[in-house]
């Protein structure tokens, strides 16, 4: 069973920044792809960005130029790098890990969220 754990989420006034983390545990063999995700109230889950374990990086438009994704590869956290953030960035923010178990059969794990609200 994989298990991920966010962190980092908080209040923070516009145009400030937030790092968020995202730890992963258990019988993980290789990771496929891990990514950020979005939902504002009301709205749909969104990607936000995501990285391949080639290292390919994708970002949804609306952040582009302020958020950057990265990992460890020594170890599995993921990072987002949250700059010039917008009350439109406000939501619940998710991370999503997808590979294979140490037994070979595939996840596709999901975080219990972590808030963002940007307001002044």
């Known amino acids: 069973q994989v298990q991920l754990v966010e962190s980092g989420g908080g209040s923070v006034q516009p145009g400030g920044s937030l790092t968020l983390s995202c730890e992963v545990s258990?019988?993980?063999?290789?990771?496929?792809?891990m990514g950020w995700y979005r939902q504002a109230p009301e709205k749909e889950r969104e990607l936000v960005a995501t990285i391949n374990s080639g290292g390919s990086i994708n970002y949804a438009d609306s952040v582009k130029g302020r958020f950057t994704i990265s990992r460890d590869y020594a170890k599995t956290p993921v990072y987002l790098q949250m700059n010039s953030l917008k009350p439109e960035d406000t939501a619940v923010y998710y991370c999503n890990v997808r590979g294979y178990t140490t037994r070979r059969t595939p996840f596709d794990s999901w975080g219990q969220g972590t808030q963002v609200t940007v307001s002044s």
């Open positions: 258990g019988s993980t063999f290789s990771i496929v792809a």
